[in-house]
């Protein structure tokens, strides 16, 4: 079953939309970006957010103790790294999120990855402390990630016949007029976040296409 990411909420009325749409994760963006939320802004949006949708925190290089706070205050379930964050970064982020350690979703955005027949995936990727991989060609850049990159068969689950070992998201340029093509590399999740929104600011309408398109994708 693949699933379905909405990104850049930061308006009352996203939360409004997603609840309608029931994607399964919602994205807060506390990097600087025109999506930007503070911390106490992302704690009003999370409790106006329907139970069962995932709240996801986007930071860059952001201090450890920060993640750490917002993830056991409830904030945020997972946090998505999208700037140069190492593994020994990954390692403390988890140690100090508590007893039950922040799932992660580590960003590889493209040139960085380039997997054919003769070039399989290489152990930083394999041997990774994070939980998930995200492919994007840049946050919130509304650019296509090369799809060509990822040329093997793909599994939405770890296995031996996919390349990267752990579950991946795809991001990057999706919108309601290629989500059907990025549904066919059959990653574990899509991840939209300029691609729903019109005059920078997210559509009820095309968060609802998107989502309807990966349910319906996922009875074929």
Known sequence: ???????????????????EARPDYAGFVFAKSKRQVSPAQAARLRRRLADGIVAVGVF???????????????VIS????HGGE???????LKEASGDTPVPVIKVIKSPAV??????????WLINS????????????????FNWD??????????????????PWFLAGGIGTDNIEK????KPFGIDVSSGAETDGVKDREKILRLTKVVREGNKG
Do not use: W
Request: hydrophobic share 40%; charged share 20%.
């Open 149 to 166: 990159l990822l040329n093997l068969p793909q599994s939405p689950v770890p296995s031996p016949q996919s390349p990267f070992k752990k």
């Open 114 to 123: 380039n997997f054919t027949s003769e070039t399989p995936c290489p152990p």
């Open 182 to 185: 990025a549904l066919v590399l």
């Open 60 to 74: 860059i290089d952001a201090p450890i103790a920060d993640i750490a706070a917002l993830y056991r205050d409830g």
């Open 129 to 144: 402390n994070a939980d998930y991989f995200l492919f994007d060609s840049g946050a919130g850049s509304g650019k296509i």
């Open 78 to 81: 997972i946090a998505q790294l």
């Open 1 to 19: 079953m693949i699933k379905i990411k909405i990104c850049g909420l930061f308006r009352e009325e996203d939360i409004d939309y997603v609840n």
């Open 86 to 92: 190492s593994e020994e970064y990954i390692a403390r």
